[in-house]
């Protein structure tokens, strides 16, 4: 209950932690072992040669959609601002249908190892693969470094290790993961991972709810009385309607845009496992935000704000906390490594992503123009995956102790407006043609990148941080002493004081809060202003890249790629010639 | 059955043109539906948050705003089965007697 302080485990070395994770590590690298010896094709290497079933697949998309920050962030977010958490929450899941409906069928029977092969499919090989592979790096890069310090920061925060430690230990696991066993290894990593997840938050959820015997109502009942009704209705995340649509773009079409999700479509048989693979998926993601918001709602009532917020104050050890209260040791020991694997696998799937557009379409398609041997491919991207691991570990470590957040902003945005836009066009739109794709997928990348900078979330609150801070300390400098005053006078107003009197203080109450007013107003006028005015850029970024996608193929038409789309919708429809 | 067509010849096959033409308005309208869905979700905490701070029963401390949420999670998951039942009933059938046209 939240008035007894429990003396928590959290951030010390906790020996069942480290033996759940090392059993974890000892299987996976077995298993690794054993698909290193069944990786031999480029086939094998990307794709996992096309054996992974749909229900495999679906679990494998949900392990490299559920990150640590969706798991610990998301409960957190719940359990200190309550139900505006869970608005979040809904926003990370609506994006999987649109990859059902549009995505995944044409992905797979046009594609064969990242989605460049499908936007390149008619047009021209070259520039497009240089323009695709760039925004698959960027959104691999900028997501690595986001899920690196999140590493880095739980890891420390769990286990008691080193920032560096930790990431090293991380970027090691992944590396090893990716390099021997490629895409086996890492959908095995990314299914073992999904099923320990969810087992684990369900075990959580049940226990939670066996507290209120077992009813949601009073659940929330018990909350709203320890953090009144608004803990229970939308509150600040949502201030400006603009804001709100252009983050919900983001993250629903960004979803449709990660490179490492729409890879793993390359790894089922055909389409009709594809479609079942998101089908799952969905289920599990969705699944597995409601587990998350319980989680949330839980800890708030049963470890209490002033806990969670006293261990971290982003609320990000709620979920923790609460498996300590409920579970004991074990079972707290058993959920941070689940945690730690749950960040293991997102960034395995990540560098794999960004290994193959490095290999697949930088090395392949642009510098040897199509021609490499399946060994050379695979040999490039095995040095690439160790190139982007060392990377990912050197910014992890370099961005130590920085506010990383807008970072997952950017990379959502990036990916919907640099990869969605052309890869939807290419599959949809006969009058595409190579110069809209190549200027769409830059426009996006540019936009999307610039104007993020230029937001509130970088310009002012990263860029412009000590200006903040300067106004911040000026304005209470004015008011702390005015509510002093408030506050003597108010003292004055002993029961029994006459009417006149009391009215005589209230009007020097109201004096001293006029005479701060203007003061405050004008420290407050030197608070810096963002240039662009939202905090998620994806509504402009995505129009742009739309925009200019279809102004540069209609202005400049190209009759043979319009000639190609009615091969290539055969293929799309019905999948003749479709990859095996 | 006649002889079997070529392929340039199934791209001009009027069932091949109606397989295309169906699969996009199902996908669109679905797409559609899940916008409306999302996005009317966004919209009521952007413009009317009284409505889902109401208490869903007299006496209770839910508010009408968590059910909400957690449908259009749900739902957005039916409509991907929505789609998979079309897609294996209709769809798949679809194309294997346009491949069967085509020889393989």
Known sequence: ?580 | MSSKKTAREIIEDPDFKALVSKKNTFSIILTILELVLYFGFVGLIAYNKPFLAQKLSAGGATTIGIPIAVMTIMISWVLTAVYIFWANASYDNDVKKLKDKMGG
């Not at chain 1, 033996?19 to 299987?27: D, G, K, L, N, Q």
């Not at chain 1, 749909?54 to 998301?74: E, R």
């Not at chain 1, 009942?221 to 600040?236: H, S």
């Not at chain 1, 040999?379 to 050197?394: N, S």
């Open chain 1, 1 to 580: 209950m939240p008035t007894t302080a429990p003396q928590t485990m959290i951030g010390q070395a906790n020996p069942t932690a480290i033996m759940f994770f090392v059993a974890f590590v000892i299987s996976t690298l077995l298993i690794t072992w054993w698909a290193a010896k069944r990786t031999r094709t480029t086939k094998d290497f990307y794709a996992a040669g096309r054996s992974v079933t749909g229900f495999q697949n679906g679990l494998a998309l949900a392990g490299d959609y559920m990150s640590a920050a969706s798991f610990l962030g998301i409960a957190g977010l719940v359990s200190t601002k309550g139900y505006d958490g869970l608005i979040y929450s809904v926003g990370w899941l609506v994006g999987w249908p649109i990859i059902m409906f549009l995505i995944s069928e044409p992905l797979r029977n046009l594609g064969k190892y990242t989605f460049a092969d499908v936007v390149s499919y008619r047009l021209n090989q070259r520039p497009i693969r240089a323009a695709a592979a760039a925004g698959s790096l960027v959104v691999v890069i900028t997501y690595l470094i986001a899920q690196m310090v999140g590493a880095g920061t739980l890891i420390k925060l769990m286990f008691g290790l080193p920032f560096e430690i930790a990431i090293g230990v991380t970027g090691t696991l992944m590396i090893s993961y990716v390099l021997f066993g490629g895409m086996i290894a890492t959908t095995w990593v990314q299914i073992i991972k999904a099923a320990l997840l969810l087992g684990g938050a369900t075990i959580l959820v049940l226990l939670t709810l066996n507290k209120f015997s077992f009813s949601y109502g009073d659940l929330f009942g018990q909350a709203e009385k320890l953090y009144t009704n608004k803990f229970l209705e939308p509150g600040g995340l949502v201030t400006s309607p603009v804001d709100a649509f252009s983050l919900g773009l983001a993250l629903m079409f960004g979803t449709a845009g990660l490179p490492h999700i729409l890879m793993r479509f390359f790894t089922v048989p055909d389409v009709k496992e594809a479609r079942k693979s998101v089908f799952y998926a969905t289920g599990f993601i969705g699944y597995f935000y409601i587990l998350t918001v319980t989680i949330g709602f839980g800890a708030a009532v049963l470890v209490g704000q002033k806990i969670i917020m006293g261990i971290d104050k982003g609320g990000n050890m709620a979920g923790p906390l609460l498996a300590e209260a409920l579970g004991g040791n074990l079972f707290l020991g058993f959920l941070s490594a689940v945690a730690f694997a749950t960040i293991l696998a997102v960034v395995s799937g990540l560098t794999l992503a960004g290994a193959s557009a490095f290999s697949h379409d930088l090395f392949v398609g642009v510098i040897r123009r199509g021609q490499a041997s399946e060994k050379e491919e695979v040999k490039v991207a095995k040095i690439a995956t160790v190139g982007l691991g060392i990377t990912a570990i050197l910014l992890g470590i370099l961005f130590k102790g920085q506010n990383v957040a807008f970072l997952v902003g950017l990379t959502f945005a990036i990916a919907a407006s640099a990869n969605f836009p052309a890869l939807l066009m290419s599959i949809m739109w006969k009058k595409f043609t190579t110069a809209g794709a190549v200027l769409s997928i830059y426009s996006g990348l540019i936009v999307a990148t610039v104007l993020l900078i230029l937001s509130p979330t970088v310009w002012v609150d990263i860029v412009h941080k000590s200006d903040v801070q300067a106004v911040e300390k000026a304005v209470k400098a004015i008011e702390e002493p005015m509510k002093a005053k408030v506050a003597d006078l108010e003292k004055q107003k002993a029961p029994g004081l006459d009417a006149a009197k009391i009215a005589e203080i209230d009007a020097s109450i109201a004096a001293e809060k006029k005479a701060a007013e203007p003061m405050v107003k004008e420290a407050r006028s030197k608070m810096p202003q963002a240039i662009f005015p939202l905090k998620n850029p994806g509504i402009y970024s995505m129009a742009a890249a739309f925009l200019i996608g279809i102004l540069a193929s209609l202005l400049a038409p190209d009759k043979e790629a319009e000639k190609k789309f009615e091969g290539e919708k055969l293929r799309e429809y019905i999948g003749v010639g479709a990859e095996e």
